[in-house]
T-cell receptor, first 114, second 114 residues
Framework: DVKVTQSSRYLVKRTGEKVFLECVQDMDHENMFWYRQDPGLGLRLIYFSYDVKMKEKGDIPEGYSVSREKKERFSLILESASTNQTSMYLC?????????????FGSGTRLTVV | GNSVTQMEGPVTLSEEAFLTINCTYTATGYPSLFWYVQYPGEGLQLLLKATKADDKGSNKGFEATYRKETTSFHLEKGSVQVSDSAVYFCALSGDSGGYQKVTFGTGTKLQVIP
């Protein structure tokens, strides 16, 4: 069963900490994405990547960075966590040549910054 | 740019009622259209899709028809069940800023009561 795996379902971190959210996919997809989901705001794209070591800013990249050293892994980094980054974080992947197949999502990481 | 507008929720229905969740979109070219579903505590799952005008996507009793003339992709189900309680996201894939990306609506929460 193909899937996208996010390393943690729940995280609690302190303000100012550096936080790593990990995402791994086993479908050999070129594209990977990080979204955050907040009530009333839907899904907002933070960063995406179309290839190893490649990254592009999404709609709300401030306060975040990403790393893609291997095709299957896409990491989201909160350089200095703040309380306004408390949210549900969703990773997704897709096949470069088959975008009309949509995205495959992970189960999400609910991050609380205290 | 591309955008998706869907009806605000929450929508509360009795079991076996008819469901419609409205979705309209703005996009250049010929996007593919999707409905995703998110059950409590989970990531998003692809529910159905349509890739060209007049296509009908269907899955698990849900249907949506790609209407280019009205730029709509309304989700319908003839008889909802308690297990359909979830958040439903309308989405489109298309060119945005030089990249093929998926744009999501803000989601509509459906609650089905026995």
């Amino acid at each position: 069963d193909v899937k996208v795996t996010q390393s943690s379902r729940y995280l609690v971190k302190r303000t100012g900490e550096k936080v790593f959210l990990e995402c791994v996919q086993d479908m050999d997809h070129e594209n990977m994405f990080w979204y955050r989901q907040d009530p009333g705001l839907g899904l907002r794209l933070i960063y995406f990547s179309y290839d190893v070591k490649m990254k592009e800013k999404g709609d709300i990249p401030e306060g975040y960075s990403v790393s893609r050293e291997k095709k299957e892994r896409f990491s989201l980094i909160l350089e200095s966590a703040s309380t306004n980054q408390t949210s549900m974080y969703l990773c997704a992947s897709s096949d470069l040549g088959r975008l009309n197949y949509g995205y495959t999502f992970g189960s999400g990481t609910r991050l609380t910054v205290v | 740019g591309n955008s998706v507008t869907q009806m605000e929720g929450p929508v509360t229905l009795s079991e076996e009622a008819f469901l419609t969740i409205n979705c309209t979109y703005t996009a250049t070219g010929y996007p593919s259209l999707f409905w995703y579903v998110q059950y409590p505590g989970e990531g998003l799952q692809l529910l159905l899709k349509a890739t060209k005008a007049d296509d009908k996507g269907s899955n698990k009793g849900f249907e949506a028809t790609y209407r280019k003339e009205t730029t709509s992709f309304h989700l319908e189900k003839g008889s909802v069940q308690v297990s359909d309680s979830a958040v439903y996201f309308c989405a489109l894939s298309g060119d945005s800023g030089g990249y093929q990306k998926v744009t999501f609506g803000t989601g509509t929460k459906l609650q089905v009561i026995p």
